[in-house]
């Protein structure tokens, strides 16, 4: 198994009531890749983190292998998803890993 974590700022110039819709609109988009991608085992948007994080909102996504986060990844769902996701959030943070066996 291979996990995805992605973590995202919300763009400064946002509003909290756009940042209420973006939220539900990141959460919409790629839960939607996550049934028409082969090989995602799941995938959690999230966005009402606690105090305590410094990011806005984070992916976390398990997949059967790295073959399938490739094709998670440049699956046209996924390429417009990421799309609207650039045009409301900021620096972006990924950190992916192999499951022991």
């Given at each position: 198994?291979?996990?995805h974590i992605v973590l995202w ?80 959030t900021a620096n972006r943070t ?8």
């Amino acid at each position: 198994m291979v996990h995805h974590i992605v973590l995202w700022d919300w763009k400064e110039d946002l509003k909290e009531q756009e940042k209420k819709e973006a939220a539900v609109k990141i959460r919409e988009k790629l839960e939607s890749v996550k049934e028409q991608a082969e090989g995602v085992v799941s995938l959690e948007v999230i966005a009402e983190g606690l105090p305590s994080s410094n990011k806005a909102v984070g992916l976390i996504s398990v997949f059967e292998s790295e073959e399938a986060l490739n094709a998670y990844q440049t699956h046209p769902a996924h390429v417009e998803a990421g799309t609207y996701i650039k045009s409301v959030t900021a620096n972006r943070t990924c950190f992916d890993f192999k499951e022991k066996e």
